[in-house]
Nanobody, 125 residues
Framework: VQLQAFGGGLVQAGGSRRLSCSAS????????VAWFRQAPGKEREFVSA????????YYGDSVKGRFTISRDNAKNTVYLQMNSLQPEDTAVYYC???????????????????WGQGTLVTVSS
């Protein structure tokens, strides 16, 4: 599967932005799809994931309550709605996918074998 992330841009603190991750290929609904982000000078960190099938969602502590992940399998697309954005949310956001990923592994980027190119979100104060 090939992934393409888009929707990044410049937003003011307190604002909102929606990212999209579009996938090509078949059986998209068998993939867990996640968002990771990497801020300048920092390691890449887990943001959110949505499981295949029932669509269970997971969030990193720093975005819980502000970000919402969702998927539209008919469109082969996963969305990340980001609200109440803060300057510390500034990062390149990557979407990633893994087929039938075990629940224990959703936070670990090493289990995701398909990655999009990243989209930059800049939050100004």
């Amino acid at each position: 599967v090939q992934l393409q992330a888009f929707g990044g841009g410049l937003v003011q603190a307190g604002g909102s932005r929606r990212l999209s991750c579009s996938a090509s290929g078949r059986a998209f609904n068998s993939y867990t799809v996640a968002w990771f982000r990497q801020a300048p000078g920092k390691e890449r960190e887990f943001v959110s994931a949505i499981k295949y099938g029932v669509g269970t969602t997971y969030y990193g502590d720093s975005v819980k309550g502000r970000f919402t992940i969702s998927r539209d399998n008919a469109k082969n697309t996963v969305y990340l709605q980001m609200n109440s954005l803060q300057p510390e949310d500034t990062a390149v956001y990557y979407c990633a996918a893994a087929s039938f990923l075990h629940d224990h592994h959703y936070r670990a980027e090493r289990y995701y074998n398909f990655w999009g190119q990243g989209t930059l979100v800049t939050v100004s104060s």
